[in-house]
């Protein structure tokens, strides 16, 4: 007879409070590790602030609109002219036909809006540098034509192309055509008004627009706008969406044209930008 074999003792289960052990170890050195990866991305040191510095351009010498674009980027980088039907209903040209100073301007046209694509008609000046803490200061003189109605045009965009939408503050002509400005496409933001008693922004007139902001993510960020001298804009909240934002990209014109039934026409001259006071 063929002795039996005795069969192999089954491996005995490990025990719970083992596995709750094993299990406790990997989620705390997850958790380390979580917890050191967030202390190094906010412990990042922010963006150093630019070098003073001041860009000018009265759109004088120079022959035709492409003449705006030197190789050496010293002046503007690109045109944004956006519309359903493109550059058959807007446009951005250089003109003799209305000025401020010298003998250029800007004119730009924009379409009505469609509802479906943005209309937009402006000059674009990139490689800018504005961070938390710095001081924006943008003037220029506008000549909106008259005989339409003119609120939700924006007129002024200062942006970041590093973040998805390019958000940044802007701004704009609200209901009445009194200035405002929102942080465009960054929606946790508030709208900024006009001041009680704020006068309609211009027509068929040169009007200066002097724009002052203090960059912040915070409720000391600080925008002012003035008419003419006259202030019609002063806030304090949110004029940058997160606190390593840095702005690279001012738009001027009209940077997009929201009125769905009315085409319209503005007209841009000596333009400053720095990051001193004007």
Not at 124 to 149: I, N, P
Not at 216 to 232: L, T
């Amino acid at each position: 007879m063929t002795p039996t074999t005795p069969p192999s003792p089954s491996p005995r289960a490990t025990p719970r409070w083992v596995s709750w052990l094993v299990a406790g170890g990997a989620f705390s050195a997850l958790a380390v590790s979580a917890g050191a990866a967030w202390w190094f991305w906010v412990a990042r040191p922010l963006p150093a602030p630019a070098a003073p510095f001041v860009f000018r351009d009265g759109f004088e010498g120079s022959a035709k609109t492409e003449d705006l674009f030197p190789a050496d980027s010293s002046r503007w980088q690109g045109l944004e002219i956006e519309s359903t039907t493109g550059l058959a209903s807007n446009s951005v040209t250089l003109t003799t036909e209305r000025v401020h100073s010298g003998t250029n301007a800007l004119k730009c046209v924009a379409a009505p809006f469609d509802g479906r694509r943005a209309s937009e008609a402006d000059i674009e000046r990139e490689g800018l540098r504005f961070v938390k803490g710095d001081h924006v200061w943008f003037s220029a003189w506008f000549w909106l034509e008259g005989g339409t109605e003119s609120s939700s045009i924006f007129l002024w965009d200062l942006e970041s192309t590093s973040l998805r939408n390019t958000p940044g503050r802007r701004l704009f002509l609200q209901n009445g055509e009194m200035v405002a400005s929102d942080l465009g496409k960054w929606w946790t933001a508030k709208k900024f008004r006009a001041v009680v008693g704020a006068p309609k922004f211009p027509k068929d007139k040169w009007v200066e627009v002097k724009i002052h902001l203090r960059l912040s993510e915070g409720a000391d960020g600080r925008m002012q706008v003035w008419q003419d001298g006259v202030k019609v804009l002063d806030e304090a909240g949110k004029t940058l969406p997160r606190s390593r934002t840095v702005y690279d990209r001012m738009q001027v014109g009209l940077t997009a044209n929201n009125g769905h039934n009315q085409a319209q026409t503005l007209f841009v001259d000596d333009v400053v930008l720095s990051n001193r006071p004007l």
